[in-house]
Every structure is written in structure tokens, then in C-alpha cells.
């Protein structure tokens, strides 16, 4: 997801948290955050020029046309080292976490910094183009115009589709956007809301699940009737920003789950 995205999560996770997840969230973040989670959502966009082994993490590439997530197969970055991919990253900064919770004062990790990759991760997991196919990159090497502007697909799912709803139904305002989609969760999604906060197994957090329905939603609607030089307009925009609002729900809801089994 692009700035909106993430901060979107962000912002549903924190408001879900218990009240042991929120005090050490909100030790954790660093002081310019003043508590505010979603301002630093999009922090591990910002480093990956910086930490250049960070890069490969915010995404899992899959073989073309099969519409499944494996993580010994697909979760590894481009030299095929194995779980370097964003479902690996979820595991790993989980388990960093973790022992915040078996131990306040020292840990090995900067456990700041795996808050917020963990945060960010847990975001770009849920768009469904973040587990896209290996070869066209997630839908970065699929040229298509969103309405009247040159886009490629991938940015279509990352900013467009969101930027244009928020544009067209919430003033512009993103805090209305987020009030609609919390509104969503306690109505609508309430009896699936349970669903989405479990793992199999006692699992802290169960990110190969996420991905694998990542790939369906891309391959269902994401890549759906898009080749190159598609016209995407209000038919594609109408007919997939169900699917954008209810990843970027259950991207908040798991996170704030994924926090509470953490730090509970
Ligand atoms: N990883 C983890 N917990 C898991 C699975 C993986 O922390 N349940 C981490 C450990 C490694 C990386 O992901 O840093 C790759 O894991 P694997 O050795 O399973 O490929
Ligand atoms: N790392 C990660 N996910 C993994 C494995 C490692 O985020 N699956 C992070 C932890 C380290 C950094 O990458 O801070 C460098 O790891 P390495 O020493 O494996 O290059
Ligand atoms: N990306 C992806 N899958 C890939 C490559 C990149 O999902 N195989 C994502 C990461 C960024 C966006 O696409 O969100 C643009 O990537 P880059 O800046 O590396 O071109
Ligand atoms: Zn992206
Ligand atoms: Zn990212």
C-alpha cells in the first residue's frame, strides 16, 4: 500500500488494541510518533534505500497463473535466500517481539524498529498485488491507464483505487474513509471479525495464510480482465474497492490481533 494504506491499518490496529498491547506500543514508538501508531506506518518505506536487505521484505512473488502461496517455493528473495519475503519477515519480527514480552528491559533487537516493520508488513501483506506473480513483479510491469492518467497496476492497487475513494465519497478526507471502514467492521463484517483475529494451532500470527489469500483476491480481481493497456475506470474501481476496503480491514484487525497475543 502507498501512505494512505498503511496508515489506514495502522490506525484500525491501535484502535483494537488491549490495554497491556497499548502500553507497549506505546513505549516502543519512538517519541515523534507522540503514540500516534499510523504516522510511522510507512517508515520501512522510507528506509529501504537505507537497509537495502529490507527491500525484499515488503512482498512475496508467486509462479504465474497458480493462484497459490507456498512459502518453502515462493518465500525468498531474489539471490533465493529462503524467508526473505514478506511472510518471513512477519515471523521473524513477531518472534523479535516476543521477547518483549518474556522480558521488558533487555532485549537483543530494536524492538522499536520491529514494531514498525512488523506494522508495515502486516499492511502490504493484505494488498492482494503484494503476492502477485513473479514474472510481471506484482503488476509493476503491466502498464494501464486509471481513468485518463498512465498508471501500472500495481500503483493502481497501492494508491489509485484508495486516493479515488477517497476523493470521490469522503471529501478527501482520510479519517472519514477510516470511520466508514471501522463502521464496516463492527456491522457488516461483525460475524467474520472472530474468523479473521484466529490462527491454526496457537500460532502468534499466521501470515502464510494472509498470502495465500492475497494471491486468490489478485488473481480474482487484481490481474481479472487487465492486460496491457487496459482502460481501468469506473466499472473496475467500483467492482474492486469492496475488496481494497476489506483488506485493509482485516490487515488491521490481524494486526492488532497479532499485537494482543504478543504483549497479552
Ligand atoms: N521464521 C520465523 N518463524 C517461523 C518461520 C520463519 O521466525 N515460523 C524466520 C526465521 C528466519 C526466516 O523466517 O529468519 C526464514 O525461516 P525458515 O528457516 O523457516 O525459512
Ligand atoms: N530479517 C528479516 N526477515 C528475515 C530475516 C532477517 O527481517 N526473514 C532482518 C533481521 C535483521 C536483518 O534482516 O535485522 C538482516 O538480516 P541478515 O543478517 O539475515 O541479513
Ligand atoms: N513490489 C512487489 N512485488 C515485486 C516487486 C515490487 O509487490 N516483485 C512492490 C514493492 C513496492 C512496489 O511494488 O510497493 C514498487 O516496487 P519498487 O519500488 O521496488 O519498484
Ligand atoms: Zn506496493
Ligand atoms: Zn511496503
Not at 457488516?188 to 502464510?208: A, F, L, M, R
Not at 481479472?224 to 473496475?236: C, N
Amino acid at each position: 500500500w502507498g501512505e494512505d494504506g498503511h496508515a489506514i491499518v495502522c490506525k484500525i490496529a491501535q484502535s483494537r488494541l488491549g490495554d497491556t498491547a497499548s502500553e507497549a506500543v506505546k513505549k516502543l514508538l519512538p517519541e515523534y510518533a507522540e503514540n500516534d501508531l499510523a504516522s510511522v506506518c510507512s517508515w520501512a518505506d522510507h528506509v529501504k534505500f537505507i537497509f537495502h536487505w529490507s527491500s525484499a521484505l515488503h512482498f512475496a512473488d508467486t509462479p504465474e497463473n497458480l493462484c497459490n502461496f507456498q512459502y518453502n517455493r515462493d518465500c525468498k528473495d531474489q539471490n533465493g535466500e529462503k524467508g526473505r519475503c514478506v511472510v518471513g519477515a512477519i515471523n521473524n519480527y513477531t518472534n523479535q517481539l516476543l521477547s518483549y514480552g518474556r522480558n521488558k528491559v533487555h532485549s537483543q533487537y530494536n524492538l522499536t524498529q520491529a514494531l514498525l516493520f512488523l506494522s508495515h508488513f502486516m499492511g502490504d501483506i493484505h494488498q492482494p498485488l503484494h503476492v502477485g506473480f513473479l514474472g510481471d513483479k506484482g503488476g509493476n510491469t503491466i502498464d494501464v491507464h486509471w481513468y485518463k492518467q498512465k498508471q501500472n497496476l500495481h500503483h493502481v492497487w497501492d494508491d489509485s483505487i484508495i486516493e479515488t475513494a477517497e476523493e470521490r465519497f469522503y471529501g478527501s478526507e482520510i479519517g472519514d474513509f477510516i470511520n466508514a471502514i471501522q463502521e464496516n467492521i463492527t456491522k457488516e463484517w461483525d460475524s467474520e471479525v472472530k474468523g479473521w483475529e484466529t490462527c491454526n494451532s496457537n500460532q502468534t500470527t499466521c501470515p502464510d495464510l494472509y498470502a495465500s489469500e492475497s494471491i486468490k483476491a489478485a488473481c480474482q480481481w487484481a490481474y481479472k480482465g487487465v492486460t496491457e493497456g487496459s482502460v481501468l475506470g469506473d466499472d473496475y474501481f467500483l467492482s474492486r474497492l469492496p475488496t481494497v476496503n476489506l483488506r485493509l480491514a482485516q490487515g488491521g484487525v490481524r494486526l492488532a490481533a497479532t499485537l494482543n497475543r504478543i504483549f497479552g
